[in-house]
C-alpha cells in the first residue's frame, strides 16, 4: 500500500517488480486485489482534471498537427501536413511533398506559427 500511496502513477505490475526487486514475491493479481480494496484501482486514482476535461479548458489555445496522404493518379504518394485549431476546429494546409523530411516539417511548421502571431489570443500549446 505503501508504494502505491507514494507512487500513485505505478500499475500492479511495477509495483509487482518493485517489491521483486526488495526481495518479496507477490503475484500480480494479489497486488491488483489489495489496490481494488483499498480503492486504489490497478494503477491508482489519478488526482486533477481528466484528459477531456483538460482538452476543453485548452481548447482555444491549443493547435493540432498531422499528415494526411492522397495518392495521385500517377501512383505517387504524396504527404500533406495540416494543422487545426481545436477550439475553432480551423485548418491550416502547411504544405504537400513527396518526401517530407525533418527541415520540410520545421520550416512549414514556422510559417504556421508566423501566420498565428496575429491572433488577439495566443497558442500556449
Not at 17 to 42: D, F, Y
Request: proline share 4%.
Amino acid at each position: 500500500m505503501r508504494l502505491a500511496c507514494e507512487n500513485p502513477r505505478w500499475g500492479y505490475q511495477r509495483i509487482v517488480g518493485e517489491l521483486k526487486g526488495l526481495g518479496i514475491a507477490v503475484s500480480a493479481g494479489t497486488v491488483t486485489n489489495v489496490l481494488r480494496e483499498e480503492q486504489l484501482g490497478p494503477a491508482g486514482k489519478l488526482r486533477g482534471p481528466s484528459w477531456r476535461d483538460f482538452l476543453r479548458a485548452q481548447a482555444h489555445s491549443l493547435i493540432a498537427v498531422d499528415f494526411f496522404t492522397v495518392d495521385t493518379v500517377w501512383l505517387q504518394r504524396l504527404y500533406v501536413l495540416f494543422f487545426i485549431d481545436v477550439g475553432s476546429r480551423r485548418v491550416w494546409l502547411a504544405g504537400c511533398t513527396a518526401h517530407p523530411d525533418a527541415e520540410w516539417v520545421t520550416q512549414q511548421a514556422r510559417q504556421v506559427t508566423w501566420s498565428l502571431a496575429a491572433r488577439a489570443e495566443p497558442v500556449r500549446f
